[in-house]
């Protein structure tokens, strides 16, 4: 068998550098992959377990490293009062609405809770009174913003997550008393049980894999013409005696 092979220099320079990036880009989809499988393996548990019936029970889950999010919860506490709570951003029928974000307190643990959406204008005149309460929800795990993100403005309380911005202002530092925000409870209106609370899961496409075979096949088929451009000009020959 006899193998000559004379490549062109620029072609093949821009070949080296177009399929390392092919192979760049569908390798991190693959970390990708695995990473959402994953993620949402937990979600499928943490959804489907059992609700948690205390604050403390919560944070045995996160010590032994299970999934939390997106399980059910319910607590017996108290609301405590707040003026203001705090105002995260939400849009209700395209108008600027306000998703309200209370302390709830559990048997000496507390959490931020929340609870009703208000509209912009009734926004500064909402109040809320310290009462004896049952909170069923899902328990949210906190989730660092994006760098596309809204920015949020913490001295006009108008924010774009749940305490997105912790290294600048933390929500916990704003309040009396230690409060959980590693997590906060998604609250069911006029649901006082989370037996009765539906599994809820989030619609998150997990597409990766398909990404992932389309830069790999795009790196392969560049090869191909690669090697095919370089056989046509007989640059390429592979001969058998």
């Known amino acids: 068998m006899s193998f000559r092979f004379r490549p062109f220099p620029g072609l093949t320079v821009f070949t080296l550098m177009a399929v390392a990036v092919l192979m760049t880009l569908g390798t991190w989809q ?3 992959l695995q990473w959402k499988t994953g993620y949402l393996a937990g979600i499928e548990e ?14 045995a889950a996160l010590s032994n490293g299970d999934p939390i999010d997106f399980r059910r919860v319910e607590l017996n506490g108290g609301f405590r009062s707040m003026d203001p709570p705090f105002f995260v951003f939400t849009a209700v029928n395209r108008d600027v609405s306000w998703r309200v974000f209370h302390v709830f307190d559990d048997g000496g ?3 931020f809770a929340a609870t009703d959406i208000v509209p912009e204008d009734n926004r500064d005149s909402l109040k809320i009174i310290a009462e004896d309460a049952t909170l069923a929800g899902y328990v949210r795990a906190w989730r660092k913003p994006g760098w596309l993100a809204p920015q ?3 001295h006009e309380n108008r ?3 749940f305490n997105p911005v912790p290294e600048e202002y933390d929500w916990a530092d704003q309040v009396s008393g230690p409060v959980k925000t590693r ?33 790999y096949g795009l ?23």
């Open 152 to 154: 949020s403005s913490p």
């Open 46 to 59: 943490a959804a489907t377990s059992p609700p948690f019936t205390s604050v403390s029970g919560i944070e």
């Open 30 to 32: 693959y970390h990708r």
């Open 183 to 215: 997590y906060y409870i998604d609250a069911v209106s006029g649901a006082d049980a989370a037996d009765a609370l539906p599994v809820k899961r989030p619609e998150i496409a997990n597409n990766h894999l398909d990404y992932m075979l389309t830069w």
């Open 159 to 161: 924010w774009f997550g």
């Open 109 to 111: 643990l507390s959490v």
């Open 219 to 241: 790196a392969l088929a560049l090869l191909v013409i690669y090697g095919i451009l370089h056989q046509r000009e007989g640059r390429l020959t592979l001969t058998w005696k």
